[in-house]
C-alpha cells in the first residue's frame, strides 16, 4: 500500500507564513547511523576560531558580536559568540553566567534602534560546534512577520541600505562599548567627491551594476547542514571527514567605512598648529623691511 503523503499543516494558514499556494511536505529522508562534524568538530575546522577581531563590530575579553556581511532584509541581523571554543553545554559557570549578561544587553542594544519592536534570539547549532546566538530584529508594524518565520522573511524581504545599516551596526557597537569592551564599527562617512561632469548621464549611458543577492539567516554558512557529507556517513567505514568550505570573506561590517588608509595626509592637532605657526613666521618677516622702506621713501633729493 503506497505511503499517504501527510497533510499540509495548519501554520500554513498563518498570516505570518510566507508561501501561499499550493504546496506539498517534503519526503523524509531515512535517518543516518553516523551524523557528520559541524564544523569546529573532528578535523574540521573552526570558522570562528580563525576569524581576527577585525570582522566584528564588537569585541571583548571572553565574546565577540557580528553582523552578516552585507544588509539583509531585516533591521538588523546580530550574532553573539564566545572567544573559546565551546558549545552551549561546555560553558564553565562563569561564561554561563555572562551569556545571560550579553544576551540582554545585546538584545536591549538592538531592541534601541529606531524602527524595531521585538528582538528573536534563536540558537541552532546545526551547522558550527562553536556557540553563537542570533539576534534578529523585527521591524515595527509589521505584524506580519511576528512569530516563528522571522528568518524566512529575512531572505524575502529587500535588504535595507547599506547606510542605514552601518550606522545601526555603529550605534550597537557603542552602546555595548559603554560596558567595556572595543568598538570596531563606525557610522558611514558622507563621500564628498564633486562628479566628473555636470552633464546628466542618460539612461541608454549608465552603466547597471549587477544586484549582489544578501547572504541571510536562513542561507548562512553556519546553520546549513551538511547533506552531503551525511549521506557520505551512512557507511560506517567512510571518512568522517571532509573538505570544510571556504569561509565567505566579506568586507568587515565596522572597518571597511571607517578606517582610513596608511598613507592618507595627516590632518593631527599637530600638523595644524605647524601650518599655521608657517603661516605666522611668513607674517613676521614683512614688517621687518618696513624701515628699509620707510628709510627709503624720506631720503628724498632735496632740492
Known sequence: MPDTPPSVPDFTQWPSFPFEGDLRVKQLDEPVPFEPPRRGEADRECTACNAPDEAYIWVGERWRVRAMDRPTGLPMVLILESRSHLDLGDLPNLLAAELGVMTVRLERAVRSLDGVARVHVNRWGDGSAHLHLWFLARPYGRLQLRGTFLSLWDSILPPISEDQWRENLA??????????????????????????????????????????????????????????????????????????????????PGSAPGNAPDNAPDSSPSSVQNSAGESEEADEVEPRKAPDDQQGATRTPQS
Open 171 to 252: 550605534m550597537v557597537a557603542a552602546w555595548l562599548a559603554e560596558f567595556g569592551g572595543r568598538p570596531l564599527a563606525e557610522p558611514p562617512r558622507i563621500q564628498w567627491q564633486a562628479p566628473s561632469s555636470l552633464s546628466p548621464t542618460s539612461p541608454a549611458n549608465a552603466v547597471e551594476e549587477p544586484e549582489e543577492e544578501s547572504a541571510s539567516v536562513i542561507e548562512a554558512a553556519d546553520e546549513i547542514p551538511e547533506s552531503d557529507a551525511a549521506a557520505d556517513l551512512s557507511d560506517p567505514s567512510a571518512d568522517p571527514s571532509e573538505p570544510d568550505p571556504a569561509p565567505q570573506a566579506g568586507p568587515a
